[in-house]
């Protein structure tokens, strides 16, 4: 059985960083993406970055570019998002996505999404 288990959020000032890691079981990281979605209050859900199992190939908004990185541990089978200089935009609850096939690099979207993690709250204060 597939599953994907994120961790990592909580309450953070704003120009702080928090880190969240998404745990896969029940398949490799081979031919694979994982990444994030974010969904803020009284907002769509939105991708925010992913990376394809080579580690090579990422994918970051616009709204995240230059202040988070990707990442995954190949042994641990996990995918860690670094969030730094943290804004009160931010805040929203995170949800790890895995999807099979690369991670394209000018979009990430909940239509190619096959699998889905429970989110984790990400709370930004001003």
Not at 4 to 27: I, K, N, P, T, Y
Not at 75 to 96: A, R, S, W
Request: aromatic letters at 12%; glycine letters at 14%.
């Amino acid at each position: 059985e597939v599953q994907l288990q994120a961790s990592g959020g909580g309450l953070v000032q704003a120009g702080g960083s928090l880190r969240l890691s998404c745990a896969a079981s029940g398949f490799t990281f081979d031919d694979i993406a994982i990444g994030w979605f974010r969904q803020a209050p009284g907002k769509e859900r939105e991708g925010i970055s992913c990376i394809s199992s080579s580690g090579i190939s990422t994918y970051y908004a616009d709204s995240v570019q230059g202040r988070f990185t990707i990442s995954y541990d190949e042994i641990k089978n996990t995918v860690y998002l670094e969030m730094n200089n943290l804004k009160p935009e931010d805040t929203g609850v995170y949800y790890c996505a895995a999807e099979w096939g690369p991670c394209i690099d000018h979009g990430y979207y909940e239509s190619g999404v096959d699998y889905w993690g429970k989110g984790t709250l990400v709370t930004v204060s001003s």
